[in-house]
């Protein structure tokens, strides 16, 4: 028996603060020196800017004020801060990669690393086939290492992954802190496959360069891969059109002519009227109400609330460390992302 348990961490943490602009420094964690051209921005969106020769900058923000903010450089760890404020200045440090990137040229010399490639690909990009129009521009770039004591496969590289999705027409630039990989099989026989993934990421709109009939099909396929997914069942949560279809089912629908909705059901009672928990006007929480089964069109999901609650917004935004998914959404990877600007034409 095959079972596979997929953990996919993408984003950081979420904070209420509402601010407008976001200023200050980048440095370096081990020299106090200041860092040029980091790039600070909100992840899963194109709104980004770039620390000056001074490593000063400011980020307008107004669109996004409660979601966290992440600086990034290469050759650096991404540091992301879910709590920030336009009344202060801050001082961001960032910690280097080299030792770290040093001991896996080492020790990943293998001669495999094209088998790394493609098990990196399928689980990083997915198996869709949005993902299969996906080109990893820079795989050159990649270093891997695997431990075959603990069955651990772990990618680290100086520079951020470009990913070009053709299908989906976006350039994603991904720094990427953390890829784990894991393969047990117990002792009874059961494998288990676990990864990890953790970092944030930056859009690029390629629509422009494409002609009228290419972005036609386009959008098309992002309508496609936005239906049924975990923006798509966030934001019609924080809408709110819940219906009571029996002590253990609900109903839930986004009033989109082109959806069908989604079919919410649990093992204990659950009730439309407490289900999700309204903050403010941007975001909301999901209170944990055990196991859910999640199904759109034929599409199935099992959701798991971790903690009493989790948190999410309106663009459908929501908080990756205290919900796990399997199933359908936990086969959308990399390659059918979409940013939290995205709306259906």
Not at 35 to 54: P, R, W
Not at 106 to 123: A, P, S
Not at 227 to 238: A, C, I, N, Q
Not at 239 to 252: A, D, M, P, T, V
Request: with cysteine; glycine share 6%; aromatic share 14%.
């Amino acid at each position: 028996m095959r079972k596979i348990t997929i953990i996919i961490v993408l984003i950081g943490y979420f904070s209420a603060a509402h601010c407008q602009t976001f200023k200050g420094t980048v440095y370096d964690r081990s020299t106090d020196s200041t860092l040029s051209f980091a790039i600070v921005y909100i992840s899963g969106t194109s709104i980004g800017t770039y620390s000056d020769i001074h490593g000063n900058f400011e980020l307008d923000i107004s669109k996004y004020s409660s979601m966290p903010i992440t600086i990034s450089l290469l050759g650096y760890y991404s540091v992301t801060l879910s709590e920030h404020s336009s009344n202060k200045m801050y001082n961001i440090y960032l910690s280097p990669k080299i030792n770290e990137l040093n001991e896996v040229v080492v020790t990943g010399k293998k001669g495999k690393w094209e088998t790394y490639l493609r098990i990196f690909k399928r689980e990083f990009l997915g198996e869709t086939e949005n993902a299969s129009e996906c080109d990893i521009l820079n795989e050159n770039d990649l270093r891997f290492f695997y431990n075959s004591d603990s069955g651990t496969l772990r990618e680290i590289s100086l520079k951020p992954i470009l990913i070009h999705n053709k299908a989906l027409g976006y350039t994603i630039t991904y720094y990427l802190d953390k890829f784990k990989f894991s393969r047990k099989r117990s002792e009874n026989g059961e494998l288990t496959e676990t990864c990890t993934i953790l970092g944030n990421y930056l859009f690029k709109d390629d629509l422009l360069t494409l002609s009228e009939s290419e972005k036609r099909k386009v959008e098309e396929r992002r309508k496609s891969a936005y239906f049924g997914s975990r923006m798509h069942f966030f934001r019609s949560l924080y809408i709110g059109n819940l219906i009571q279809r029996g002590e253990y089912s609900i109903s839930l629908s986004d009033n989109n002519l082109f959806s069908t909705g989604f079919s919410i059901s649990s093992k204990t009672p659950i009730n439309s009227d407490s289900f999700v928990i309204k903050k403010d006007s941007l975001s909301g929480y999901l209170k944990n109400e055990g196991e859910l089964s999640v199904t759109y069109k034929w599409m199935n999901t099992l959701i798991n609330v971790k903690w009493d609650s989790v948190y999410f917004e309106k663009d459908g935004y929501y908080d990756p460390i205290s919900v796990d998914f399997s199933g359908y959404m936990s086969k959308q990877r990399i390659g059918d992302l979409l940013p939290f600007e995205y709306l259906i034409n």
